[in-house]
């Protein structure tokens, strides 16, 4: 064994080593790559440990995607795929990105998309992004409040109908709820229980 040249990619520092293992480790979790069923250690063949590593060096290098094709192939890119693919996994680096000592990456952000994307943005729409905004309603001025919820609501609403139309399906959108029939049916109870006592 001779002694690694400088430009060699396999001689790193200790946090650039442990990143490149904690990418990888949140690549297979993410595109449910089991070591028993990888073919090739695609992290480990010259051009995908090269492309993690330009990733992580690089500060113009802002976005990683690994994505299996729809034959089953794990690929890198740096921008989005082109084409047919059955998941993706994507790192993003916020422009605080660093790699400490430990290995540990502070400004990274990661996620997964499957090949139901506009499922998955209905999901988050209405479990997540809708109680939030509901919840913040009473903190904004009552006219800003309600043009944000009618913008939101006209967002959902085309969503649901164009997840319908990928699947086949004509699905119509329901109302959107009458937040000041809440109001009133409390008070209403309200009314009642002061009647009974």
Known sequence: M??????DARVEEP??????SWIKSRINYFL???PENAS????ETAEGRRMILDFI????RRRLIIFSSTTGDIKVEFDLPSGQFRKVAYFLKQRSFTVGEDGHMSGLLMGEVDTNVLEHLSLVAHEILQPLLLSGRAK????IGKDTMDVFHRFLSKLFVTVGQTKGKTLL???????NYKDALEQR?????????
């Open 2 to 7: 001779g002694e690694a040249e400088p430009g």
């Open 15 to 20: 946090g650039i080593e442990l990143a490149v």
């Open 32 to 34: 449910q790559i089991r």
């Open 40 to 43: 090739v250690d695609f992290t």
């Open 57 to 60: 060096r690089e500060p113009a």
């Open 140 to 143: 904004d001025p009552e006219l």
């Open 173 to 179: 959108p329901l109302p959107p709820p009458d937040l």
């Open 189 to 197: 109870q309200l009314k009642d229980k002061e009647k009974i006592h």
